[in-house]
């Protein structure tokens, strides 16, 4: 089984920068990439100041790092308005994430997983 998180708010997918930094001490490619915006404000990068937590925008949601992170972290690896969850769904789909009234889900031309 193949696994992929997605977001179950209305709002945009991103991880807190606790996830964010976990992602980065995992080695995680895109994480690496992105600029620590909480670097300079540690004690700011909190779950309630949302400029520091949106994070992690362009990581592959099938990344298993991620994976990890989010079932590692649980809800604190919400980031600003969000609500990840991880979802698992057969190898061999070819699958893309959809929203439906906001709310993201990953499909298949005729299977929905949420």
């Known amino acids: 089984m193949k696994k992929i998180v997605i977001n179950k708010s209305y709002e945009q997918f991103f991880v807190s920068h606790?996830?964010?930094?976990?992602?980065?001490e995992l080695g995680q490619a895109e994480a690496l990439q992105e600029i620590d915006r909480g670097a300079y404000w540690p004690l700011a990068a909190g779950p309630e100041e949302p400029s520091l937590n949106r994070c992690?925008?362009?990581?592959?949601?099938?990344d298993e790092r991620l994976v990890q992170v989010v079932e590692e972290l649980r809800a604190a690896a919400n980031g600003h308005a969000a609500d990840l969850k991880v979802v698992e769904i057969p190898d061999d789909v070819q699958w893309v994430i959809?929203?439906?009234?906001?709310?993201?889900?990953?499909?298949?031309?005729?299977?929905?997983?949420?």
């Open 56 to 62: 992690g925008a362009l990581i592959p949601r099938d």
């Open 18 to 24: 606790k996830a964010f930094i976990r992602l980065r």
């Open 98 to 114: 959809n929203k439906t009234d906001g709310v993201e889900h990953v499909s298949e031309v005729h299977r929905t997983w949420e």
